[in-house]
C-alpha cells in the first residue's frame, strides 16, 4: 500500500514536502492516466501521494494590483464559471477535455505536468505569468517560460510546491485561439494557435503570439513580436511570408500517434497566416470605418 | 489510509491505499456496479458519478481525493424524481440500447440540468462531451435529455 499525506493547511503540506520524497497530487487527471496499469488494478505509484487538490490555501482566485492571482488548485470549470477570467482564456479551457475532467483538473497540475500539448500553457506563456513557487524556506516567483524546461519537465524542487499562478490583467483587442484536433470534445492538441493584438491608428501597439504541441515546449518569440509591434497591419500583411519564415523556424514538431510534424508546421503556419489576414487586418478596417463614423 | 466520506447518503469510514481508484472502490469494496470501467482514462464517462454534485470520471480520482466529499452513484440518484424523470425520457426517446454507458450519461445528465435546466442543443453536446455511446448514435440520447429538460421543468 502506497502512503498517503493529506495535510490540512499549505504550510502542513510544505512541512511534508520538506521531509518526504513524494508526489504531489491534485486533481489526479493526468497522473492517474500516466500511472494507470489497466483494467481494475490500482494505479502504479512508487512514492507516497501528498493530496494538495483540497489546500484552502489554493483555491483562492483573487485580483491583486491589477494581476490575477490564481490559487493552483482551482479546478478547470472554476475558471470557466469565474467572472475574473479573461474571455479568450475561457475559450481554451471551454475546449480542454470534457466537464467531468474539467471538474477535477486543476490548473497548476497542468502546468506540472509540463506537456507540450499542455492547453493552457500558450495563454500562460503569450500573458508572460509568473508562477508562485514555495517550499519552507521561502518562495520563488519565475516567468513560466522559465519553470518549464522541456516535455514533461520543469524547475519544481523536491521541496518546493506550485501554489499560484499570477497573470496581468490585460485584455487584447483581438483575440484568435484555434485548437486541432481529431474531434471537439475530448481531445488531445495536435497543434493550438494563440494570437492576441492591441491595434490603434492602424497600428500595431502589442502582440502576443504562442503555438502549443508543435516543439519542446511552447513557441514564443519576443524578438518577432518586437519587430512587429510600431508597423501598420498593412505592412504586416505584405510582410506575412517572412514573419511566417522566422516563425518556420522555430517550429519543430514531431510525428507521434496524434498526428505528423509536416501537417502539424503547415496547419500552424496556416493559423499565423489566418492571423494576420483575416483577423488583424478585418479588425483595423473595421476601426477605420468606425472612426469615421461609417459603422455604428 | 483512513478515508472518510458519504456515499448515497450514507457516511463511510473504510481504511484503504488512498491511490486506489474510486471506481474500483465503488465497485469492488461496495458492489456499486451501475459504475462502468470503458477507458480507464477518463475519457468514455461510463464511471462518471456525482461528487459534490457535479459529474466527475471516478477512474481518475485517488480514494485519497474522496475524504470529506459526497458521492452519489446511479444506485443513490435513482431514488430520485430527477432520475425517475430521466429514466422515462430516456426510454420515451431511445437513448438506451446496450446500456452500458447509459449510467454514465445519466449521471452526466443530472450535473448538465442541475447547472443549466434549459440547456439548447449546443449546451447539451458540450455537457455530455465526455461520454462516448457506440450504439445509439447521440441524436437520440441528446432527445432524452432534452425532452427531459422540458418535461421536467421545475425539478431542476
Known amino acids: ?296 | 489510509m483512513k478515508i472518510e466520506f458519504t456515499l448515497n447518503n450514507e457516511f463511510k469510514s473504510i481504511n484503504v491505499d488512498p491511490a486506489q481508484r474510486l471506481l474500483d472502490l465503488l465497485r469492488e469494496d461496495f458492489g456499486l456496479t451501475s459504475v462502468k470501467e470503458g477507458c480507464g482514462e477518463g475519457e468514455c464517462g461510463a464511471c462518471i458519478v456525482l461528487m459534490d454534485g457535479r459529474a466527475v470520471n471516478s477512474c481518475l480520482i485517488p480514494a485519497g481525493n474522496i475524504i470529506g466529499k459526497s458521492i452519489v452513484t446511479l444506485e443513490g440518484f435513482r431514488k430520485t424524481a430527477r432520475y425517475k424523470m430521466i429514466e422515462k425520457c430516456f426510454l420515451d426517446a431511445g437513448s438506451v440500447q446496450c446500456g452500458f454507458c447509459t449510467p454514465g450519461f445519466v449521471m452526466a445528465t443530472e450535473s448538465l440540468l442541475n447547472e443549466n435546466p434549459h440547456p439548447t442543443d449546443e449546451e447539451i453536446k458540450a455537457g455530455l462531451s465526455g461520454n462516448l455511446c457506440r450504439c445509439t448514435g447521440y441524436n437520440m440520447i441528446i432527445d432524452g435529455v432534452k425532452l427531459a429538460a422540458k418535461r421536467g421543468n421545475g425539478l431542476w
Do not use: W
Open chain 1, 1 to 296: 500500500m502506497v502512503k498517503g499525506f493529506r495535510p490540512e493547511t499549505l504550510k502542513e503540506a510544505l512541512k511534508l514536502r520538506a521531509q518526504y520524497d513524494c508526489l504531489p497530487i491534485a486533481g489526479g487527471t493526468d497522473l492517474m492516466v500516466q500511472k494507470a496499469r489497466g483494467f481494475a488494478l490500482k494505479p502504479d505509484f512508487r512514492k507516497p501521494l501528498l493530496f494538495i487538490g483540497h489546500l484552502p490555501e489554493l483555491q483562492r482566485l483573487e485580483v491583486i494590483n491589477r494581476q490575477i492571482h490564481i490559487g493552483a488548485g482551482v479546478i478547470l470549470t472554476d475558471l470557466l464559471n469565474s467572472e475574473t477570467i479573461p474571455d479568450i482564456f475561457k475559450e481554451i479551457l471551454a475546449l480542454m477535455a470534457s466537464p467531468p475532467s474539467r471538474n477535477l483538473a486543476s490548473i497548476g497540475g497542468n502546468i506540472c505536468n509540463a506537456s507540450p500539448a499542455g492547453d493552457t500553457l500558450p495563454y500562460l506563456y503569450a500573458m508572460d505569468a509568473q508562477v508562485v513557487l514555495q517550499s519552507t524556506d521561502g518562495e520563488r516567483i519565475i516567468p513560466i517560460a522559465g519553470f518549464i524546461t522541456g516535455p514533461k519537465q520543469t524547475d519544481l524542487k523536491n521541496s518546493e510546491l506550485l501554489t499560484k499562478i499570477i497573470i496581468p490583467q490585460t485584455e487584447f483587442d483581438i483575440n484568435m485561439y484555434r485548437k486541432i484536433g481529431q474531434r471537439k470534445g475530448m481531445s488531445l492538441t495536435k497543434a493550438a494557435f494563440l494570437g492576441m493584438a492591441n491595434v490603434a491608428d492602424g497600428k500595431i501597439q502589442d502582440i502576443r503570439i504562442a503555438f502549443g504541441s508543435v516543439a519542446q515546449t511552447v513557441v514564443r518569440s519576443g524578438k518577432i513580436e518586437q519587430s512587429i509591434v510600431g508597423k501598420s497591419t498593412k505592412d504586416i500583411v505584405k510582410n506575412i511570408s517572412e514573419i511566417s519564415r522566422q516563425y518556420a523556424a522555430l517550429i519543430r514538431p514531431i510525428d507521434d500517434a496524434r498526428s505528423s510534424a509536416a501537417y502539424r508546421k503547415k496547419v500552424s503556419l496556416r493559423l499565423l497566416e489566418e492571423f494576420f489576414v483575416s483577423n488583424l487586418a478585418k479588425v483595423s478596417n473595421l476601426r477605420k470605418a468606425q472612426s469615421k463614423g461609417d459603422i455604428e
